[in-house]
C-alpha cells in the first residue's frame, strides 16, 4: 500500500509536466495540504482513512484531489469537475466496502 511519500510524489507528478522530482520546497507545500484534505474528506463521510496507509483502490482519486488542491499553488486553477468525480468516486467505493466483521444474532 502506498505511503504519504508516495502520495505526495504522484500527486506533484499529475500537476507538473516535468519527470524531475519535486523539490524539497514543493514537497513541503504538497504535504501540509494532505492533512486538511483528510480532514475534510472524513467530516463528509467521503473517506476515512490515514495518509500513511492508503488503499490501492483509492489511492489515484486521492492523488487526483491533492493535485486538485494544490494546484494554485503550481499556478494552475482547480478543476472542480474533476474534484466532484474522484469525491464521488471514492464516496461509491467506501459506502460498497464489505465489512468483515461477523454478524452476531440478537435473540429476544
Known sequence: ???????????????TVSQQPAAAEDTTAITTRTEPLLASLS???IYTGTADDIPDDAFNALTCLLAEAVAPLFGRERDL????????????????????TPYRALYY
Open 1 to 15: 500500500m502506498p505511503d504519504l511519500d508516495d502520495w505526495v510524489a504522484a500527486a506533484y507528478a499529475e500537476i
Open 81 to 100: 469537475q474533476r474534484v466532484v468525480f474522484y469525491e464521488a468516486q471514492l464516496r461509491t467505493q467506501t459506502r460498497t466496502k464489505v465489512d468483515e
Open 43 to 45: 467530516a463528509r463521510e
